[in-house]
């Protein structure tokens, strides 16, 4: 069993948050887990730390960069030093197209997953470096910056591409120093962040995969834990497609 890690997960409540929280803790012992949450944490309050594990939780909203500010401070004052970072927040999504752009919510969108990351890697990426002994950080992006997007998801495909555009170059700027900076690009997965989607396109989403279903967190969670694990020693700036073949590059 995997031992001594101290794995950062912002935005730890949501669905897929969850989900790779439980797993790891199966796979991992004598680990600090330190979860970031938006609102409720009551989903991670009921998670039953095995192993020797142990969870501390901090309460910030993305969508603030004083909030952000915050939450670096709460981590430092609590002599936090993650090892592992996974980067899932996000909004609800939502279909847009050019006639629907309003720059106040996509600035909030912006704030929420690519500010609010780019923050938190400047107050912690030196220490994880400095360690030398392949700290990972794994961020959530999505197959709308693999190939062609889906139609009508201007917003949301111009925030995922500025967010890979940060991991790309945080990987090549930190290549041979022993961390290992990735990602994840799954196809529509079914969690609470569809609930302003209607029914008809999470559907139609379904019927067009090659499964003829989307996918679900149990599906995502091994890629992540493969690129937080030591066998992904030697891989940096890849983006994962886990799309069941959905995208093929």
Do not use: W
Request: aromatic share 8%; glycine share 4%.
């Amino acid at each position: 069993m995997k031992t001594n890690k101290s794995f950062l997960i912002l935005g730890a409540s949501s669905d897929l948050g969850i989900a790779l929280i439980n797993r790891l803790n199966e796979e991992y012992s004598d680990s600090i887990f330190l979860l970031h949450y938006h609102s409720d944490n009551s989903a991670l309050l009921s998670i039953n730390y095995a192993n020797g594990n142990e969870a501390r939780y901090f309460k910030a909203d993305f969508s603030r960069p004083d909030e952000v500010s915050a939450f670096i401070n709460d981590l430092k004052d609590s002599n936090a030093a993650p090892t592992h970072i996974v980067h899932l927040p996000a909004a609800k999504l939502g279909y847009t197209r050019l006639k629907d752009f309003d720059q106040s919510r996509l600035e909030r969108n912006v704030q929420i997953q690519v500010y609010s990351f780019i923050q938190i890697m400047k107050e912690f990426l030196p220490a994880m470096v400095k360690r030398k002994d392949h700290s990972k950080v794994v961020v959530a992006l999505s197959s709308v910056v693999m190939g062609q997007p889906q139609k009508s998801m201007l917003e949301y495909t111009t925030v995922k591409s500025m967010l890979y555009g940060v991991v790309r170059q945080l990987a090549a700027d930190n290549a041979g120093k022993m961390i290992n900076i990735n990602a994840v690009s799954p196809s529509m997965i079914e969690t609470k962040l569809l609930s302003e989607v209607d029914s008809k396109i999470i559907g139609m989403a379904a019927e067009g995969s090659n499964e003829k279903r989307n996918a679900t967190t149990e599906d995502i969670v091994p890629g992540i834990c493969f690129l937080l694990s030591d066998d992904s020693n030697y891989i940096n700036g890849v983006n994962l497609n886990i799309t069941n073949g959905n995208v093929i590059l």
